[in-house]
């Protein structure tokens, strides 16, 4: 079974920084590309950065030069660093992945972490 798990959330006054991570766990045998959405009460979800196996990353116009997203492939970890947060950043943020087990290769999700920005 695999799984994805956040971590990181919480609230931050508006200029300040957050770092989430997202571990994957369980019968994994590659990491294909990684990313994180995120999705605002009454909004849809929304792909805010990927990063692909050979460490190419993209960002939604909206956090570019403000997030970066990194992995570590040793410990199946993505990460998410975002400074300079904007309120419109309050969101719950979803990290997600193409994953080959040793069966099948799918897209996972995690359950969510919520990131809140106060003005």
């Known amino acids: 079974q695999v799984r994805l798990v956040e971590s990181g959330g919480g609230l931050v006054q508006a200029g300040g920084s957050l770092r989430l991570s997202c571990v994957a766990s369980?019968?994994?045998?590659?990491?294909?590309?990684m990313g994180w959405h995120r999705q605002a009460p009454g909004k849809q979800r929304e792909l805010v950065a990927g990063?692909?196996?050979?460490?190419?990353?993209n960002y939604a116009d909206s956090v570019r030069g403000r997030f970066t997203i990194s992995r570590d492939n040793a410990k199946k970890t993505a990460y998410l660093e975002m400074n300079s947060l904007k309120p419109e950043d309050t969101a719950v943020y979803y990290c997600?992945?193409?994953?080959?087990?040793?069966?099948?290769?799918?897209?996972?999700w995690g359950q969510g972490t919520q990131v809140t920005v106060s003005s």
């Open positions: 997600n992945a193409d994953i080959r087990s040793f069966t099948i290769t799918r897209e996972y």
């Open positions: 369980g019968s994994i045998f590659r990491i294909n590309a």
């Open positions: 990063i692909t196996s050979g460490d190419t990353a």
